[in-house]
């Protein structure tokens, strides 16, 4: 009976997850030297290598994954974005770990912590979308990160004083604040 790995609560059999593994190093191996695959100039063409050890013995680069903590759920990521495919700069990641972790993202830089625009606006509550129009129309990045967001108010405010309701929209302010105050 084949030995089984758990991946997501289920269990796996030991060949579909070497298989993964394989797609995996075979897949990082070409991209890194082979110069006619597509992802080589990012990868290769930006000096980008996969390790002797990996690179000549499929069954180091397995050893590793399963010591590490492979899952399907992961991906293999490379802690230094600018780095080899090596084990001491490999993980196995999510895709939030990976897609903060590209050459592409936009990083800021607030009270000398160093975030993406995406982590900053997570922490701080606000949907990336409206963070990226905010520095399209010209706030700075600092200040799309931290500043909270505001519904626009209701076109019609409405107030009840004794019972009888008077909407902002039929009175003048100087009216409204004399409702209030009772002057």
């Not at 903590?69 to 770990?97: M, Q």
Request: proline letters at 2%; hydrophobic letters at 30%.
């Amino acid at each position: 009976m084949k030995k089984a790995l758990q991946s997501n609560g289920r269990k796996v059999k030991r060949s579909q997850e070497y298989k993964r593994i394989w797609r995996v190093w075979s897949h990082m191996v070409c991209r890194c030297h082979n110069e006619k695959s597509d992802s080589f100039k990012n990868y290769g063409g930006r000096g980008i290598s996969v390790c002797d050890e990996w690179r000549n013995d499929f069954s180091k680069f397995l050893d590793w994954s399963v010591k590490n903590g492979h899952d399907f759920s992961l991906t293999i990521d490379r802690i230094n974005n600018d780095g080899n495919y090596e084990p001491s700069n490999c993980r196995w990641a999510d895709k939030e770990v990976q897609s903060n972790n590209k050459s592409t993202n936009h990083y800021v830089v607030i009270n000398g912590v160093k975030k993406t625009l995406t982590q900053w606006a997570k922490e701080n509550g606000l949907n990336i979308n409206m963070v990226c129009k905010r520095i399209m129309r010209g706030m700075s990045d600092e200040l799309a990160v931290t500043t909270p967001y505001f519904r626009k108010p209701p076109k019609r405010l409405q107030v009840i004083l004794n019972g009888v309701v008077y909407s902002s929209h039929l009175l003048y302010l100087w009216e409204f604040l004399e409702l209030l105050t009772g002057c």
